[in-house]
């Protein structure tokens, strides 16, 4: 089980409350936990990703651990203590301006 949290806007969007919790295959990457995350609320397609990129959008980014996974391939590995459901995986709204 992954949990996964969500900025504010898109746990209105979605009438997310709290965390989700996600099955996903191993291996759990950040593309296996967002198209779970999608495939259970529809109305998040395009919001996290590009609909036809499937690049995160620029001012959302990944964390978890500690660490920035933003950058990270989609398809690299979590780290283990989110693929055991220890630590969440987080969807983050960047803030940009000076």
């Known amino acids: 089980m992954i949990r996964v949290i969500v900025p504010y806007h898109l746990k209105v969007l979605a009438n997310i409350n709290g965390e989700v919790q996600l099955d996903v295959v191993d291996p759990a990457t950040q593309r296996a ?10 109305m998040l397609c395009g919001t996290i990703r590009d609909q036809v990129t499937a690049k995160r959008r620029a001012f959302l980014r990944f964390y978890a651990c500690e660490q920035d996974l933003s950058n990270d391939s989609p398809d690299a590995p979590l780290p283990a203590a989110v693929a055991e459901g220890k630590e969440p995986f987080l969807v983050v709204g960047a803030i940009a301006g000076g």
């Open 33 to 42: 936990v967002l198209d779970a995350l999608e495939a259970r609320y529809p």
